[in-house]
């Protein structure tokens, strides 16, 4: 199968990684043993987009709504989490991949705090692709924390005019390009309260394929799609 078109690949991809707990339930395992497995697709798409010189890939790991998830649950997945930014460090400071986290961190236990802002400080200067992991994320969160903000700087007397550029800098995707493409795994037609300001024109791509099993054969099946497709942004084609 051949490889999507190079000159037409998106800028920022963004992904709902779904379907890790259907994964481990269809075979009889425990929730947890689909999320340590989906670590292992994580760490392929990253690979494979840095491959392809996609510069900026952001990963859908963990929602605001997550932490009502049954407690052991929450506790393995915090976990995982640290094992990954342990595990991966070397490969971001080695590949030149930065790493920042979108959410609220105050949400996390201390420790993990401060391997979060480790990980980022140490991997600020690197500039081969930038990986955004949402984290205690959720989109209507982050506009009203920008609109707050906002508030705060007109009372302040630092803005003088609102638009929808000065808007975007208030957001946690601040200085980067809005997602050309959104991938959903697992068959799920919803977007979950993910990125809701930046995907307006953003191009959506569903796959039954759980997330343990999104790979490279479904990941370029998807950056094929997408580079047939004709983005009009609103606009109508003339001619």
Do not use: C
């Not at 595990?87 to 080695?94: D, I, Q, R, S």
């Not at 700087?153 to 808007?167: A, Q, R, V």
């Amino acid at each position: 199968m051949h490889n999507p078109d190079i000159n037409k690949l998106p800028a920022h991809v963004a992904i709902i990684m779904d379907g890790n707990g259907r994964w481990a339930e269809k075979r009889g395992l425990e929730r947890a043993e689909g999320h340590l497995v989906g670590i292992e697709s994580v760490r392929e798409i990253v690979t494979i987009t840095r491959e392809l010189g996609i510069p900026y890939l952001t990963l859908y790991a963990f929602s605001k709504e997550n932490w009502s998830r049954p407690r052991s649950e929450v506790k393995t997945l915090l976990e995982f989490l640290g094992f990954f930014l342990d595990k991966e460090l070397p490969m971001m400071l080695e590949k030149g991949i930065r790493f920042k986290m979108l959410g609220d961190e105050k949400d996390f236990p201390a420790a993990l705090q401060t391997k979060l802002d480790e990980v980022m400080a140490r991997t600020a200067q690197n500039k081969k692709l930038r990986l955004n992991i949402a984290l205690s994320y959720g989109g209507r969160k982050e506009i009203i924390s920008a609109v707050q903000r906002i508030a705060g700087d007109i009372k302040s007397g630092t803005i003088k005019k609102i638009d929808e550029k000065l808007f975007s800098r208030y957001l946690y995707t601040k200085g980067m390009p809005d997602p050309d493409l959104l991938i959903r795994t697992s068959g799920e037609m919803r977007l979950s309260n993910f990125l809701l300001w930046q995907v307006a024109y953003t191009e959506i791509y569903v796959t039954k394929v759980l997330w343990p099993d999104f790979r490279r054969k479904a990941y370029m099946a998807a950056l094929r799609d997408f580079t047939k497709r004709e983005r009009r942004f609103g606009k109508v084609k003339e001619g």
